[in-house]
């Protein structure tokens, strides 16, 4: 069965509004290749598109220290929370 | 003026390939949010993207550097080409 | 006031041996420059010494959560220390 | 047989004035771990010795760039040198 994190809306919306961002800039990255737009110009666009996606992922590591992991400290089960966290935050700054 | 590198059909056929694929992915990154998806889940959904993206980075700039870079070493205005090509590798190792 | 974090001796021998030992390999990689060596090994090494560092800094950082993170959420405190860890994470993935 | 490169002697002496200070920086992160300093402290620390390392890598990438792939585009190898360098680029960039 499929964990879930319970989210609030206006939480939801922002991560979307990112991630829709970010799909229309790949969007973006296609037509480029497709017009045979300069590499370094392309690159510094991919650079861009990482960077939001890192963002993403940053607010989403911090909501969940803040409830997830910090619920689990408070239950008694920190031990595997963290360890998770930090699997993650490993493979994360690859 | 906008510059630009002249890319044969099949290397543009792999880039968009890989371009749509991650499309696709960041496309199902906000419904991992929509549906309230384990926070780890998505993070690890977010690393297999960022890892795509770099591919994606590392093919244009092996091949700006076969092609493009060494033109410009061969006609002598290597310089320029290569300070250009240290500045996108700098941004992109961030 | 300088913060302090209590480490247990048998942690503290672990981090200074890795550390004496990156010593080392930063007074080899001095020899290298010295010996005229190849640039890529040069390179190949110096991105061995900064594996070194980050596994150094992943270590610091699991025992940081386990034990002060998680002291800090148990006494009421979390916010705050959730919020320092994130930011020194986000330093740390650039 | 060891492959060489030859540096200026000005060169040389920025380089390992670069690696001088981070092996000092080595030696007081020690001194750190040590004196049970504060983990967040710590994980700055080891995050300035990082960039500082990476400064010494871009530099050297940087010159064999502009002169040993340069001299091999020149002289017909440049397919090798170039490859040789894209790799050590994404080890670098992990």
Do not use: P
Request: charged share 30%; net charge positive.
């Amino acid at each position: 069965m499929e964990k879930h994190t319970h989210r609030s809306e206006s939480n939801k919306h922002e991560l979307n509004n990112r991630l829709r961002k970010i799909e229309g800039q790949v969007r973006g990255l296609q037509k480029m290749i497709e017009e045979d737009r300069y590499c370094i110009d392309v690159l510094v666009q991919i650079s861009a598109v990482s960077a939001g996606l890192k963002k993403v992922g940053f607010q989403l590591m911090e909501n969940h220290t803040h409830h997830c992991v910090s619920d689990a400290v408070q239950s008694g089960n920190g031990k595997e929370s963290i360890e998770e966290l930090m699997r993650v935050i490993k493979q994360f700054s690859k």
